[in-house]
């Protein structure tokens, strides 16, 4: 987690991934990336986690994603 001004930000790499593969979620000052590759058959072929913990001084309603075109996920959330 990085303070860029009056945000925090969090960077991840998921460009072996497609953007419907990739699921943001948050829940109690914390963050979830969770990214899964299905191959033809089925099976898992490839997989992203990464959890973090947000500062307290987070602003819970405020997170927004931006998915870069080099495939950089970029997590956006306001300080309080």
Do not use: M, W
Request: aromatic share 4%.
């Amino acid at each position: 987690v990085r303070a860029q001004g009056d945000t925090y930000q969090v960077v991840a790499d998921v460009s072996q991934f497609e953007p419907p593969d990739i699921v943001v979620t948050t829940s109690n000052c914390h963050v979830a990336i969770q990214a899964e590759k299905v191959a033809e058959d089925g099976t898992i072929c490839d997989t992203f986690t990464h959890k973090c913990q947000l500062p307290e001084d987070t602003d819970p309603l405020s997170v927004s994603c931006t998915l870069t075109e080099t495939g950089t996920l970029v997590i956006t959330v306001r300080r309080r």
